[in-house]
Structures are given as structure tokens and as C-alpha cells.
């Protein structure tokens, strides 16, 4: 007998799945599917946050009209795609080396080395931001470091430049998570058939070749998997934003979640509840369309 | 293990050296930096051991009286929140997750890949864009600035993860054993109970440790949903240390504040360091 028979034969009152299910079906329910319905209804309509009445002024496509004509829209939706990027290869990419590097290297500390380039990850966004803000500012240690080997005119207030900002966030996004992926490409690496690797240096085969020959292609359903967990997480950065530039300076770091927070809730913003929601329903969409392709490219691979 | 030449021995040690340094020098500047007298902590930024370094714990009353004035809140009590609302989005949602889990298992029924769809999807979807019609809900169901405003919120987010990661390990139990506690008449629960959870305890722990790290650190719903200063989880409470203050604050403090906030969580990890590990490559490899 295999396991759907089994399933089959045990099911007998077809309402008892549900009922293991409910609890998380009840959840989702309230806090999951009607708040993303409620928002792709808002942004029909037009609302600010300090009226009472949410349905009263219906908009149409206006709020997706104004989007289009929004700059400061595109500029976030450039800088969210700039951190996707710099996430799923860069990121991706460095740890993809490290991961190699110490597999590799007989390390005596493998392990430890790779605790400690994942600890960053275990940390609070908000605190890394915190740390890196401190780094960065006009007399913090880069700009002390540089004054010290004679490049004064390299020391500028780093997170006050708007060409740099972004750059600063992707990086220090980077330097949080990359021990992140290393751990996982790590355990992708012990899982490879020692015999394979073995048979390739009888062979005469260098590392460099082994590597290119025989890991990287076993490796690639894990390369794939982190690419996806990076770009999950690339669409949801935010707090090291906030904690470090809070969009700024004039919106230049700006990706869709804080620009979505600046036009809802933020004190200084606009209070524009059913356009943020606008924003929120075109960044679930760009999500929901590279998830559609996943699932399907993941099922195919089984 | 591997021959390496030398150069490629060379090669890796300086590519590791470079590695760490960028990763451990932020780390160990602002440590100094709550260990350092005020007055020094100007004149040697530069180098994180300073040239004349007086250790000194002084910076530590100064943050926790800075938390006392600034922001309202004492530290055990930041610390209590944070326990409060880990714990209680944590249980919800790996009971929740783990019914959820064993029903895919267990039974046949014809919305099972539909559900599993739902999940896969709803997993990918950025917590963001919840935030106002959940800030609606949660007003209108009156938990504002409640612990339960959070302890919702989490083990929602938290459960799709939670089901794929258990849902896998549930599906190795061989249905032998199920099959034969239903011979001696065992109900469903019965088998949930004393054959699933026993069996998936491993799994158990590597999803908390998984969601753990998410709730512990969650910023922006508590942000949004707490309003009151007696709740502020830590960080919340982090957010709002030198940013925009009226209270200016000096340096080592903040370092110190650094240090206090990160300070259990690096216990944590060193103790649980090899479960951490595990939950990572569980929710990454599963997921």
C-alpha cells in the first residue's frame, strides 16, 4: 500500500482535515487574506488616515494613475530592484566563494569562521543599522581611518550623499546576511558524495577544476533556492533603512517598503492610506508573478 | 582532507582573513566603544583597541538611565516584551503550523494542493504590505498596543515556513506506525500526539529556532501597532535611540545601549550555535 491509499482509507469524515487545518486557516483568514484584499480594495479608493469614513470617495485607476506619474515611485521601485540585485548575485555570489573557500581550505576553524560571519545575521536589522550609521557618520571611524592614510578629501558625511546612499544599504544588507547563504551553500557542500571528489583528484583533476566540474553543478538546486530566499528578502528590507537613513536623504534610499511607510503612517507624509495601498498591491504582484515562476520551475525539478 | 598547494593555501587564508576583518571590525568597534571612558572615545575612533584603552563599565548605568529618560523603559522590561510576544507568536504558530502539517500528512482531501499553493505563496509575500489593513484590523478587534497586536501578526507570518518545514519531516514517519496505532484504536489526536510529536521534535526546534529569529528582531509592526512606551519590544525601543531624539546621546552610551540590547541574543547564539545552523538550513533548504 503506498501513502495516498493509506490517506484515503483513513479519511473517512471529510471534515476532519479542516479541522486541524482551522487553526491556521483562522489566522490566515484575518490577518493574511482579508488585510490583501482590503488593500486592493483601498487602493480603488481615496483615503487619508485622518478621515473616518475609508469607502466614501471611490478613485478608479487614479491612485494607479498617479503611480505611473510618480517619480519618487520609480525611484523606489529602481533602488528595491538595485537591492534585489545586489542581493541575489552579489551577495549570493560572495558567499557562494566563502562557502567554497573554507570547504576547501581545510580550515582547523571551519566552524567557528563560519559562526562568526553568521552572526550578523542573528542581530537585529535596526541594530546593525544603529552600528553602521555610527560608522559612517562625518567622524566615524571610515572617515577617521581614511583622514589617517591622507585621503582627507575622501572623508564626507557618507549617509548625507544621495548618489551613495543606496550603494551604503546594499552593502551593509550584504555584510548582514551573507553568512546567512554561506551556511546554507556550506550544507550543500558537506552533502556532495565524497567519492565523487576523491575519484576526480586520482584523476588528476586540480581543485579549481573539481570545483567547476563536479560542485558547481551538483550545487546548483541550492544555488537556485538561496537565489530565491535572497529575493524574498530583498523585497522586505526595510528596517536597515530606517534605522540608518529613513529613506533619505530627499527619498534617494528609498525602496517601496519605506516609500509605502512614508505615504501611510509617516508623521511628515502625506498620510495617503489607499495610495500607499497602491504601492503595497504593485509590490505584492512583482512578488506574487516571480513566485508563480518558482513554483513551477521548482516542480519541474522534481 | 584536500592537498592544497601553496598557493592555493595562501590564497584561502587571505581571502578568510579579509572575510572576518570586515565582519568582526564593526563588531568589535562598537564593543570597544561601550568599554571605553567617554572622554576617549573621541580622541580614537580610529582604531578599535585604543592606544591608552581604561576599561570601564561606567557607559553601562549611563544607557540604562538614557533608556529610563529617553525612552521611557527600563531594560528587563524591553527584554520582558520581547520574551512576551517571541513566546507567544512562537507557540500559536508551530501548534498551529504543526495541525496544519500533520492534516497534509494524515489525510486525504481534495483542497490539499490548494492549501499547499496558498502557503508557498503567502511565504514569499513581503510583511509590509500588510501593515495598514492590519493596522485596521487589529483597531478594530481592539488589540492596539497589546501584546497580542504582535502575537498575532507573528505566528501568522510565521506559519507558512513552520508547515513546509514540518510537513517535511512528518511525511518521512512511516505510515506503519500510524497504521498500527489504528488497529489498537487510536484516534487522530492520539496519533498526533504520541507518534508525530515525539518523532518531530528535532524539527520542532529547528522551526522555533527559525521563527525565533524572526520575531525576536521583527521592527516594523511593532513599530506601527505599539504605541506605548511600557510594551516596546527591543527593537523598538533601538529604533528610537539617537534618531531624531531630543536627548542627544554621547557615544559610548550608545555603544553601550549596543551592547545591552545585543548581548542575550549573543549568549543565545553561542550557546545554541549548532541548532541555529540547523533551523537556517531547514527553513532554507525546505523552504
Not at chain 1, 491509499?5 to 482551522?22: A, C, G, N, V
Not at chain 2, 545601549?257 to 550557546?271: C, D, E, N, T, Y
Amino acid at each position: 500500500m503506498i501513502r495516498s491509499d493509506f490517506q484515503k482509507k483513513i479519511t473517512l469524515h471529510k471534515s476532519e482535515p479542516y479541522l486541524w487545518l482551522s487553526p491556521s486557516m483562522i489566522l490566515f483568514l484575518i490577518f493574511l487574506l482579508y488585510p490583501i484584499i482590503f488593500s486592493i480594495i483601498l487602493s480603488f479608493f481615496n483615503w487619508r488616515g485622518y478621515s473616518l469614513e475609508i469607502f466614501k470617495d471611490f478613485a478608479g485607476f487614479q491612485n494607479y494613475i498617479k503611480l505611473v506619474k510618480d517619480p519618487l515611485y520609480w525611484q523606489s521601485l529602481k533602488n528595491t530592484l538595485f537591492l534585489v540585485f545586489t542581493v541575489v548575485f552579489v551577495q549570493n555570489g560572495i558567499a557562494l566563494f566563502l562557502s567554497l573557500v573554507i570547504y576547501f581550505g581545510n580550515f582547523r576553524y571551519g566552524n567557528l569562521i563560519r559562526a562568526l560571519i553568521f552572526f550578523p545575521g542573528v542581530i537585529s536589522a535596526i541594530v546593525i543599522g544603529l552600528v553602521f550609521r555610527k560608522f559612517f557618520e562625518l567622524t566615524g571611524p571610515i572617515n577617521t581611518l581614511l583622514k589617517s592614510i591622507g585621503l582627507e578629501e575622501l572623508a564626507i558625511p557618507w549617509l548625507t550623499n544621495k548618489y551613495l546612499t543606496i550603494w551604503i544599504v546594499s552593502f551593509v544588507t550584504t555584510w548582514q546576511w551573507v553568512g546567512y547563504n554561506l551556511v546554507i551553500f556550506y550544507a550543500g557542500l558537506q552533502s556532495i558524495d565524497h567519492s565523487l571528489l576523491e575519484a576526480a583528484f586520482i584523476d588528476g583533476a586540480s581543485i579549481q577544476r573539481a570545483i567547476y566540474k563536479i560542485v558547481l553543478p551538483l550545487l546548483k538546486p541550492v544555488i537556485f533556492l538561496s537565489a530565491v530566499l535572497n529575493f524574498i528578502g530583498g523585497f522586505r528590507v526595510y528596517d536597515i533603512i530606517w534605522a540608518m537613513t529613513r529613506g533619505g536623504p530627499v527619498h534617494s534610499s528609498e525602496v517601496l517598503t519605506t516609500y509605502m511607510y512614508y505615504q501611510s503612517f509617516q508623521s511628515s507624509g502625506p498620510s495617503n492610506m489607499s495610495y500607499a495601498s497602491t504601492i503595497s498591491v504593485t509590490l505584492t504582484i512583482i512578488v506574487l508573478v516571480f513566485a508563480v515562476i518558482r513554483i513551477k520551475f521548482f516542480s519541474k525539478e522534481q | 582532507m584536500f592537498k592544497l598547494t601553496i598557493g592555493q593555501k595562501i590564497f584561502t587564508r587571505v581571502i578568510v582573513a579579509v572575510a572576518l576583518v570586515i565582519v568582526i571590525v564593526p563588531l568589535l568597534w562598537v564593543f570597544f566603544l561601550a568599554f571605553k571612558r567617554p572622554d576617549e572615545v573621541y580622541q580614537s575612533t580610529l582604531f578599535i583597541f585604543p592606544k591608552n584603552f581604561h576599561f570601564t563599565l561606567e557607559n553601562f548605568p549611563g544607557a540604562i538611565e538614557f533608556a529610563q529618560k529617553a525612552l521611557k523603559i527600563s531594560y528587563p522590561r524591553m527584554y520582558l516584551n520581547s520574551i512576551i510576544v517571541t513566546a507567544g507568536g512562537l507557540i500559536i504558530g508551530t501548534f498551529a503550523a504543526s495541525f496544519a502539517a500533520f492534516a497534509m500528512v494524515h489525510y486525504k482531501f481534495r483542497t490539499k494542493e490548494l492549501y499547499y499553493t496558498f502557503i508557498l505563496l503567502s511565504y514569499m509575500i513581503p510583511v509590509q504590505v500588510l501593515l495598514i489593513p492590519l493596522y485596521l484590523v487589529l483597531l478594530r478587534l481592539n488589540l492596539l498596543n497589546s501584546y497580542f497586536a504582535l502575537i498575532f501578526p507573528y505566528a501568522t507570518m510565521g506559519i507558512p515556513i513552520a508547515t513546509l518545514i514540518l510537513r517535511n519531516f512528518f511525511s518521512q514517519v512511516p505510515f506503519e506506525f500510524t497504521e498500527a496505532a489504528l488497529i489498537d484504536g487510536a484516534s487522530s489526536f492520539q496519533i498526533y500526539r504520541n507518534i508525530y510529536l515525539p518523532i518531530a521534535r528535532p524539527a520542532i526546534a529547528t522551526c522555533i529556532i527559525f521563527l525565533f529569529l524572526e520575531m525576536w528582531n521583527e521592527f516594523l509592526f511593532a513599530f506601527i501597532f505599539i504605541r506605548v512606551d511600557a510594551l516596546q519590544t527591543l527593537p523598538l525601543a533601538m529604533s528610537r535611540i539617537g534618531i531624531g531624539a531630543k536627548f542627544p546621546i554621547p557615544w559610548a552610551i550608545y555603544g553601550a545601549s549596543i551592547v545591552l540590547a545585543v548581548g542575550p541574543i549573543f549568549i543565545i547564539f553561542m550557546v545554541f550555535q549548532r541548532w541555529f545552523v540547523r533551523g537556517i538550513i531547514a527553513g532554507g533548504i525546505k523552504g
